[in-house]
């Protein structure tokens, strides 16, 4: 270190006492890894420390009292410290930066390699003190526990996925996220939210039956919470009687074989649900069982739609067997129909003629059951065309009154413009004569029968509710003042050959007709009714111009397979009956869903898991944080993440509140197909949005 003055004075003018105090500071900054160089106002070098010959590399015969600041940035300028440029500029930019005497901090990388932070410190009215310090270790540190946390992250997610693999390998997958979390600590609370949010039930079991792990859905399905499921024993969570069910399957287990089983439990309201379970037992090194690992699966909604499949599958069998048949018929029924025409002509009403009457007769009655069949399974060719509604129910006023009986007034409410709708004429005849009847049927004492005519605007949200296209619709209402329908029957009032009338009194296939001839023609039916009050049947038809005639109506077009997803579509809904739904349908589509019970969880997600592609929340929700919060967060978290609001208020108003008008809300109640249709239009932008889900 230097000998300098600290008052303008000689060292060799100093006192002992001043020279002992002066050689024990600048011992002591010797002995600092930190370069330290003192400069006065002018600016030239007062005192400095070894470290900076050191670290600086700077000739001892330049490092001296008095040195110009000027002098040590041209020799770092030249050697190329400084990077490429021009010298001079470069020793003026620095020059003036040191006379500015401004607080500063800057790091340099030198030409060998080591990099240095510099930070200057003004001195009021003196100078300025600038300090070195050697941080190469520093930053290669960083760079490596950057790399570390990078490949730290990507393990997580290659788990994660795992993890929500099929369950036939659930039980490595566990092992595995075991593995995962041992290695990686630091990734313990995002592994847990991740686990509390696939939709599977999941716990571990201690060689003595006792609980020493639950994800959510697990406590969730036994009304428990996670904390107060710990600790309690197999019998305590299940009770006895349902206990003795699975104990079997349970010894199975200890001697160390995987067991799969299914049992049901009776719930504290009284419902009985149903599991499906996958134990695998955990062995130590000598091949005993210590615990066990278990994997559940709510299979309560499978068996409540069993029976709903059979009927789907009889619907859907019916339509196939009338599809696949019915080219065969009609030959046949021709040629009958043929020759007994032809014959009835040879013979004109001579010897035999009372043979070949009802036999035709009966052969076009056939044919005309062929017809409602096809109608029902929406295969049979219609031929639509501007069809005026009001001039038509008017010109079947006289037709309803003979069918009807004097017993029943008919009252009609038709426009006083003009209304067409583009429609199979006979077809839309026949659909307001079977409604008639059924009428009649329902009023054996009399009664009135009203038959309205209007337009129809259907905007989007209403459109979703009524499974149709949002535009312009002739509305048809057909109502009875008769003796109702039971909620029971109401239900199943469109099933081909579904009927209550009596043997012989009908075929059951009237309003199946009715059902397949409006959706077919692009419309929609809906039937309300009261018993002891009346029934009201109300459809839509598409609305057209007077002018308008095309050959055959097709169905409107729906979107084939769904969009493809890059990760998992993060489903968020309070109420876990409706979670649990919109779960199954989404997974029908073919989406791997994780779950959130509020906004708050949700968010929680979206910061801590990075490959959600595709947000689904509902929008009044506890917790804080609504629906429309966490779009606002998720887009200020990720801008071009895909989100679909989802709301049981048909009436509810959107506000203005900032959210994006690129976010869609679908209404509640939906069927799969306008959730299928609605993240076909949210995913797929350049496909055409027009598509409209079909009733099956």
């Known amino acids: 270190m230097a000998k300098a003055d600290p008052e303008g004075l000689p060292y060799s003018a100093l006192s002992p006492e001043q020279r002992r105090r002066y050689d024990l500071l600048l011992a002591g900054l010797d002995l600092l890894d930190q370069a330290i160089a003192v400069f006065d106002a002018t600016p030239k070098l007062v005192t400095w420390n070894k470290a900076m010959l050191r670290l600086l590399d700077f000739p001892e015969s330049m490092v001296r009292v008095g040195t110009p600041f000027e002098d040590f940035a041209r020799f770092n300028a030249e050697r190329g410290e400084y990077g490429p440029g021009d010298v001079d500029t470069l020793v003026r930019e620095r020059v003036a930066a040191a006379r500015s005497f401004q607080p500063h901090y800057v790091e340099r990388a030198r030409p060998n390699g080591r990099i240095l932070a510099i930070r200057g410190v003004p001195i009021p009215n003196l100078g300025f003190v600038s300090l070195w310090t050697d941080i190469t270790e520093q930053r290669r540190y960083a760079e490596v526990i950057e790399e570390q946390n990078a490949q730290l992250e990507a393990r997580v997610r290659e788990r994660t996925a795992e993890l929500e693999a099929a369950n036939a390998r659930l039980a490595q997958a566990n092992i595995e996220i075991d593995d995962i979390a041992d290695a990686l600590r630091r990734s313990e609370n995002r592994l847990q939210l991740i686990i509390d949010s696939i939709p599977a039930l999941i716990a571990y079991i201690d060689r003595d039956d006792i609980y020493r792990f639950a994800n959510r859905g697990y406590a969730d399905w036994f009304g428990l919470t996670k904390d107060s499921i710990t600790g309690r024993s197999i019998i305590d969570v299940f009770g006895r009687e349902t206990f003795e069910q699975i104990r079997p399957h349970l010894d199975r287990a200890r001697q160390g074989e995987q067991v799969s089983y299914e049992y049901a439990r009776r ?9 499906r379970s996958v134990v695998v037992p955990e062995l130590d090194a000598e091949g005993r069982t210590v615990g066990f690992f278990v994997m559940s699966t709510d299979i309560t909604e499978q068996k409540a739609s069993q029976a709903a499949l059979v009927q789907a599958q009889k619907m859907e069998a019916v339509g196939q067997l009338t599809g696949g048949l019915a080219h065969d018929f009609n030959n046949l029924l021709t040629i009958i129909i043929g020759n007994l025409s032809a014959l009835q002509q040879r013979i004109d009403g001579g010897e035999g003629a009372e043979f070949v009457d009802p036999s035709l007769q009966a052969a076009r009655r056939g044919a005309e059951l062929i017809r409602r069949l096809l109608t029902f399974s929406r295969r049979q060719s219609l031929e639509p065309t501007a069809v005026e509604v009001g001039a038509l129910v008017h010109n ?26 583009l429609v199979d004429p006979h077809q839309l005849e026949n659909a307001i004569l079977n409604l008639a009847i059924n009428a009649r049927d329902a009023m054996p004492e009399g009664g009135e029968l009203t038959i309205a005519v209007v337009l129809r605007q ?5 459109a979703k509710v009524g499974e149709v296209p949002p535009g312009d619709y002739v509305q048809i209402d057909v109502s009875d003042t008769g003796k109702g329908i039971e909620p029971a029957v109401l239900q199943r009032v469109f099933e081909p050959f579904f009927t209550t009338k009596p043997f012989g009194g009908g075929s059951g296939l009237g309003l199946s007709m009715v059902y397949g001839f409006v959706r077919q023609s692009g419309g929609n039916i809906r039937i309300r009714s009261t018993p002891g009050v009346g029934t009201h049947v109300r459809f839509v038809l598409p609305t057209t111009s007077a002018q308008a005639i095309v050959e055959r109506a097709t169905p409107a077009a729906v979107p084939g397979s769904q969009p493809a997803l890059e990760g998992p579509v993060l489903l968020v809904e309070d109420e876990p009956e409706v979670r649990k739904v919109v779960r199954m349908q989404l997974t029908t589509l073919g989406y791997v869903v994780i779950e959130a019970a509020n906004g708050v969880e949700a968010l929680g997600l979206l910061q801590n898991v990075s490959d959600i592609a595709l947000l689904v929340s509902d929008t009044v929700m506890p917790g804080g944080i609504g629906g429309r919060d966490l779009a606002r967060h998720a887009r200020a978290l990720r801008p071009q993440l895909p989100i679909l609001l989802i709301t049981g208020y048909a009436s509810e ?13 679908l209404r509640k109640p939906f069927d799969q197909q306008a959730l299928a249709a609605m993240l076909y239009a949210l995913l797929s932008p350049n496909t055409a949005t027009e598509a409209a889900p079909q009733c099956p």
């Open 458 to 462: 259907l905007d989007p949200a209403l």
């Open 653 to 665: 108003i959107t506000p203005v509140d900032g959210l994006p008008g690129d976010i869609p809300t």
């Open 396 to 421: 079947m006023t006289h037709l309803l009154a003979r069918t009807l009986g004097e017993t029943i007034r008919i009252h009609l409410r038709l426009p006083a413009a003009p209304l067409h709708a």
């Open 267 to 275: 719930r504290a309201d009284g419902r009985t649900v149903y599991a």
